[in-house]
């Protein structure tokens, strides 16, 4: 095993990069924002009709905002209604 011998200075700027390392790798890991989907993108996400998005706000199915005639949807109540309705696969007898 071979020894490395640092100077004070050198000691004290490997641990400034370390810490700016560290501060990087805390901001890039903390929760992305909720991404929003206006009404256009979520019936094209989900392939369906503006009568059916309504059906689903309607039935609670869908949590939403609306501002004036404007609706919108946040993206994890889009992956949580799909989760919600999620079937795992059966396995066919014969």
């Excluded at 490395?4 to 990069?17: A, D, P």
């Excluded at 689903?56 to 609706?71: A, L, M, T, V, Y």
Aim: positive net charge; charged residues 30%.
């Amino acid at each position: 095993m071979e020894a490395v011998i640092l100077s004070k200075n050198q000691y004290q700027e490997l641990l400034g990069r370390i810490e700016e390392i560290n501060t990087k790798i805390t901001e890039t890991s903390k929760k992305p924002v909720d991404v929003f989907l206006d009404n256009a993108d979520f019936l094209q996400l989900m392939h369906i009709s503006k009568r059916t998005a309504q059906t689903w706000r309607d039935e609670g199915k869908i949590s939403f905002s609306q501002i004036g005639n404007k609706i919108y949807y946040r993206m994890s109540d889009v992956q949580t209604l799909l989760n919600k309705n999620y079937n795992k696969a059966f396995k066919k007898t014969r």
